[in-house]
């Protein structure tokens, strides 16, 4: 077996069929805490607004409280949407993080909505809000945020004056700033400006070969990174045997089923639930090549899946997003299996 990556976490705060909003927070805080103790690298929180099923709508709140709440784990996002907030907020946010917990904060960048139109509408032209035009005005507003975060800040010319932008008034460090994506755009715009990227791999299951050969073979070094850095991102679920990864599995897979298709999104379904649920044949299919691309087995199993998606993309880390559900009458503040999905992929 090829040499077995290092394993970091991804975590969307899913909220079940079972739990409360608080619960799910609980679930997640303790996930952390069991990532912590088994010695992953970091914990991402990715940014979504406006879904019944995931609790992740402020990355900045979340990190703080799960940063104060473990002691070695670098915490992140995963990434938070630039285009739906001003720079200047977002740089002021991670600064602060990273003055409270120094060295230990990473700043996961992307430029997906995170939401449906309606939602984008409101983040967007809220009170400050910025516009329509965010998207298209990414690229700078990734130099806003690194420039702002930095020790010196940044000069800002406005009516014949410079005035300089800091995110805090007396930084000693930065966040790590990754760029995150799931098409050529993130891979080149992270190439252009020296940054380390991350594919979205647990999201779009293809194009991750063409995106980091990209990203490769077009780096351009720049002061805060001399060489391409970069790893990968993978849904997982872990058990005693096969089958019951699988069922586990399930209620993610539906999840996942239902974003594709159009389906209406609730809160995710338990075990239990989800395998009462008749598909169709055509989505079926598609349940079944979502999950080819997942990492569900036991422990062995997973090692052995895990070991050979870092040697075929050339990555030395790997961040698994911990999808196994629930069983009927579990605690609603704990996530037992995702946690068990943890445990056992350092304790095989």
Known sequence: MADFPTLS????????????????????LSLARTADELGYRRLWIAEHHNMAAVAATNPPVLIAMIAAATRR???GSGGVMLPN????????QFALLEAAFPGRIDLGIGRAPGTDPITSYALRHGAGGVT??????????????????????????????TQVLKATPVATSTPG???LGSSDFSARLAASKGLPYVFA?????????????????????????????????????????????????????????????G????????????????????????????????????AASARAQLADLAATYAVDEVMLNPVSGAWVGGEPTASPAREQTLRLLVDA
Do not use: C
Not at 9 to 28: E, F, G, K, N, Y
Not at 85 to 92: G, I, Q, T, Y
């Open 177 to 179: 700033l990754w760029l």
């Open 73 to 75: 784990l670098r915490v």
């Open 9 to 28: 976490v991804l975590d969307l705060v899913p909220v079940r069929t079972d739990q409360t909003t608080s619960d799910a927070i609980a679930a997640s």
């Open 201 to 261: 791999h647990h999201f779009s299951g293809s194009g991750t070969e063409q995106a980091l050969d990209l990203y490769r073979s077009t780096f351009q070094p720049s002061e805060e990174l001399e060489a391409p850095r970069t790893f990968l991102t993978v849904n997982a679920a872990v058990a005693g045997s096969d089958e019951e990864a699988r069922r586990l599995a399930l209620p993610q897979l539906q999840m996942m089923l239902a974003l594709r298709t």
């Open 263 to 298: 389906q209406p999104l609730g809160p995710q379904r338990l075990v239990e639930e989800a395998e009462k649920i008749e598909l169709a044949p055509g989505e079926a299919d598609l349940v079944e090549a979502m999950a080819s691309r997942w990492v569900i087995g036991s």
């Open 132 to 161: 329509d035009d965010a998207v298209s005005h990414f690229p700078q507003y990734v130099d806003d945020v690194r420039a702002m975060m930095a020790p010196d800040g940044v000069g800002v010319r406005v009516q014949g004056r």
């Open 85 to 92: 907030h001003a720079p200047l907020v977002v740089a002021e």
